[in-house]
């Protein structure tokens, strides 16, 4: 992909979302512009539908998520024909519904994770896809304050603010691909193809960005906008911290997972 392609796919997120959260959701933008997605395709966990706004050119067919308060975001941004109040392990829809299922980042948030993953397989046709990405075993330790506690050889108290850090970023589950792999086989789905993503300093990166939020969320509850100022000039350390990960998006030691699943009907 050209500089043009990813300076934009990095600017449609970093000017309308803490830069965190606006560097982790580009990468994934970046993956799923090379994937074609099956019509009609399920968003599970939709939430306030910045991502389908930003990666997809398209609307999606169904947006799938439990909560009021975003979904009624997610309505105003228009990025749906449908937007369903539900939940995953009971997705209103018959059998057979989807040609594909997408989950970004959103099902290391579950905690009973399986019963998702089989109504998935159940309301996917034939042949369908399930692309998904979720943090990995390696996100919690490689977090910069774990490191920072275990080169003072505290290692309890390292292994304790993993638990934080997940607890605040409310993970259920930072699994590793092979235990992502069985979920699916259980379910009747074929994993594909897999990759890892977000390097250790990437994460290190937007693990500073959570007790640096506070500006961005005063923006949003002051002016409901998590960026004040979408210029370039004052996104500029931002910018110049993030973009450069983008141009090696994919990573031996990533913090994260993207996986392309098959049904096997």
């Known amino acids: 992909m050209d500089k043009q392609r990813l300076d934009a796919i990095l600017w449609r997120h970093l000017s309308s979302l803490p830069y965190f959260r606006a560097f982790l959701r580009s990468f994934e933008d970046y993956f799923y512009q090379g994937i074609a997605l099956q019509e009609p395709v399920l968003d599970l966990g939709s939430g306030d539908g910045h991502f389908a706004s930003a990666a997809f050119e398209r609307k999606l067919d169904v947006g799938l998520d439990p909560w009021v308060a975003p979904m009624q975001e997610a309505r105003q941004r228009d990025s749906y024909h449908l937007l369903v109040l539900g939940e995953g392990a009971r997705i209103p829809f018959v059998d057979d519904s989807f040609g594909t299922v997408t989950s970004t980042s959103v099902l290391e948030h579950i905690p009973d994770i399986q019963p998702v993953i089989n109504d998935i397989a159940r309301v996917l046709r034939p042949g369908g896809t399930f692309v998904f990405c979720v943090p990995n075993h390696r996100f919690p330790k490689y977090l910069w304050g774990r490191k920072f506690f275990e080169r003072l050889g505290l290692r309890n108290l390292g292994e ?91 990573s031996d030691e990533g913090v994260c997972s993207f996986f392309i699943a098959r049904s096997r009907k």
């Open 160 to 250: 304790a603010y993993s638990r934080l850090f997940n607890r605040i970023s409310r993970h259920a589950h930072t699994d590793s691909p092979a235990v992502w792999q069985e979920r699916l086989d259980h379910a009747g789905l074929d994993l594909i193809e897999t990759w890892d993503y977000f390097p250790p300093k990437a994460l290190h990166i937007l693990e500073w960005g959570h007790p640096l939020g506070l500006p961005y969320l005063l923006s949003k509850k002051l002016f409901g906008r998590w960026v004040l100022i979408p210029k370039r000039w004052a996104l500029v350390l931002p910018w110049r911290l993030t973009r450069p990960y983008l141009d090696h998006p994919k």
